[in-house]
């Protein structure tokens, strides 16, 4: 399974925000929409990820309250990306080797999506119980053996 797959089944609302967004202005958004991650865009490239972990550094660092900084104080601004054809299989490793929730997909400079820990678990998850229905399925069906085949 591919990337590719997981964005057609997931849908293509992207929410982005800009380096200049007040931090909280992006929270409030996450918030808003419950989303556990905004794509940083700048002159239509991608160039960070702000996500709830770094929220909370904030929230932690300024004593409880977001501050008044920028996304571009708090972003990362080195994301781990992925592209369309990166195999799943790859995706959960870089995801668990490097702790990220959230993957860019990238088509050369283009952003096609966002994927999260949780729509690969998904995707995984219902391949799986598809491949078990399918097994399942073979063996209720498996051809009962006659006397001349045991002979």
């Given at each position: 399974m591919k990337?590719?797959?997981?964005l ?6 992207l ?20 989303i ?13 990820m ?38 799943v ?15 860019p ?6 952003l ?7 729509d690969?678990?998904?995707a ?5 119980s ?5 097994l399942?399925?073979?063996?209720r ?7 001349n085949e045991?002979?």
């Open positions: 990337v590719s797959e997981i057609q089944v997931k849908g293509n609302i929410y982005t925000a800009t380096p200049e967004m007040p931090l909280v202005d992006a929270a409030s958004l996450m918030a808003e929409k419950d556990g991650s905004l794509v940083v865009m700048e002159f239509g490239d991608l160039v960070g702000l996500t709830f972990r770094e929220v909370m550094k904030a929230l932690h660092d300024n004593g409880g309250s977001v501050g008044t900084g920028t996304v571009r104080k708090h972003m990362d601004d080195h994301p781990i990306t992925v592209t369309p054809d990166t195999e299989n790859e995706v959960r490793r870089m995801m668990l080797e490097k702790h990220a929730r959230y993957l997909v990238m088509n050369a400079k283009t096609q999506g966002v994927i999260s820990f949780y690969v678990a998904k995984v998850l219902e391949a799986q598809f491949e078990n229905r399918m399942k399925a073979y063996i069906d498996w051809p009962a053996e006659t006397a045991e002979d």
